[in-house]
């Protein structure tokens, strides 16, 4: 067994190099800047995922058989909106074309929550229609899609992890944890809306640990990557701000919500219980407390 990771530094990637690495699987990474950390197991190669050539060269020299591909746009901002999208759908087709011709025997793909219909706000594999209404979730279905032929024409086993909302260590400053915890830790002002939203948020530790279960699993089809039991915006922030003990700093309800967020958005849970025996394991108080603690050190 020999997995193939893409994007393994970025801030999932990275999460799930290293429990590629204590599952003591051998494990090849890709980067486009510098390498990750050393670790057992893991060797870096370089590597444009957006030059088909390169990308065939490297998986026809190296035959992994998984692939785990997590890379996407690493520009932080606009991401649901940009076109870039479309790039990476191209090559993430042209990546796994080129996995299943050398010889590949299992494809994981990273998935996301933007694919579903959030309108009923409860997100069920097999149910719920699959209406994104970003670029990002249009350009991820399709790929869903088209890895689903493309396994069922080549022989390959293909799943797809639709992983929802996330935090943790390594997570950019711009998304929701990380803003309100690096507001508060510099002791700024810590600004957001109302709160009242209700997310399915899950630790980066947990992510990493149900990609690789679904790595070493023959399992396939689509899996909600989630905790099943979500919790308000404002919950989140109130924890954040009394772990870093700074309250006071909370500014709920100066910004406003954007126009397409829903009430609630939830993972159903049932499938990947049933099937892959996963659950996450790291409660909300423990995984903010462990973000925080590495925020500091940083």
């Known amino acids: 067994m020999k997995v193939l990771i893409t994007g393994g530094t970025g801030f999932l990637g990275g999460h799930a190099v290293r429990a590629l690495s204590d599952a003591g699987l051998e494990t090849v990474a890709t980067y486009a800047r510098r390498p990750g950390p050393e670790l057992p197991g893991v060797r870096w190669l370089p590597l444009d995922l957006l030059d088909p050539g390169a990308v065939r060269t490297l998986v026809e020299a190296e035959r992994p058989t998984h692939l785990l591909h997590m890379a996407w746009r690493a520009v932080h901002g606009n991401v649901s909106g940009a076109r870039d999208n479309f790039d990476w759908l191209k090559a993430s087709l042209d990546l796994a074309g080129a996995f299943a ?3 590949g025997k299992r494809i994981v793909g990273l998935g996301s929550c933007f694919e579903y219909d959030w309108s009923n706000g409860h997100c069920i594999e097999d149910e719920t229609p699959l209406v994104p209404s970003t670029l990002y979730g249009a350009a991820k279905n399709a790929l869903r899609a088209a890895l689903f032929g493309l396994a069922q024409d080549a022989g390959v086993e293909f799943a797809w992890a639709r992983v929802f909302f996330t935090y943790g ?7 929701f944890v990380a803003s309100l915890a690096t507001s508060m830790l510099r002791g700024e ?20 640990d149900a990609l690789v279960t679904l790595v070493k699993a023959r399992h396939t089809g689509a899996f909600n990557v989630g ?7 404002l919950d989140i922030a109130n924890e954040v701000a009394r772990q870093t003990g700074r309250p006071d700093l909370l500014r709920a309800g100066v910004r406003q919500a ?23 394991r790291t409660s ?7 973000t925080i603690a590495a925020m500091r050190n940083e």
């Open 101 to 103: 011709d050398a010889g």
């Open 169 to 175: 260590p390594g997570e950019n400053e711009s998304r």
């Open 189 to 208: 002002p810590a600004e957001m809306t109302s709160g009242v939203q209700v997310r399915d948020f899950l630790y980066a530790g947990d992510i990493a």
């Open 227 to 233: 905790t099943g039991r979500p919790v308000t915006l």
């Open 258 to 280: 954007k126009p397409f967020e829903p009430p609630l958005i939830r993972a159903d849970m049932t499938r990947t219980a049933n099937v892959l025996g996963w659950e996450a």
């Open 284 to 290: 909300l108080q423990d995984g903010v407390a462990k």
